[in-house]
């Protein structure tokens, strides 16, 4: 496996998922970076979409995951978007961070809490 990668970061979207019902009834943002590993020599040589992984595509996929059914944990979400992304026979492995901005915890307010994986085809 090479160096190359294809990145997405800082993907915004609302869903309603964790542990507390009023996260599930009010819901709120989540943000989510992701790194897929794959062999781009190809798609920079032919400059052909069909060589490589369609960004769009990896985005309609993380966003039907995000807005779709609610989940407790953000590892529930990290592993569906890993597992999602997987399924594209090119991509060689994949990181995804999925971050609740902005939560508050007794007394105090965090910019972030949040999970990250790393999986393998």
């Known amino acids: 496996m090479g160096n190359d990668k294809i990145l997405l970061e800082g993907l915004a979207f609302y869903g309603y998922h964790g542990l507390n ?8 943002r989540f943000i989510v970076d992701v790194s897929m590993e794959l062999d781009l020599q190809q798609a920079g040589k032919s400059d052909d979409l069909n060589d490589t992984v369609s960004y769009s595509a ?22 569906k978007i890993t597992q999602a992304i997987l ?3 090119r991509v060689q492995a994949v990181t995804v961070r999925v971050k609740k901005p902005e939560v508050p915890l007794k007394g105090s307010i965090l910019e972030y809490t949040g999970v990250e994986i790393r999986r393998t085809s």
């Open 21 to 28: 019902q009023e996260e599930k009834i009010l819901g709120q």
């Open 58 to 79: 990896v985005y309609d996929d993380i966003r039907e995951i995000i807005q779709g059914p609610s989940v407790n944990l953000l590892e529930a979400l990290a592993e």
């Open 87 to 89: 399924r594209y026979e």
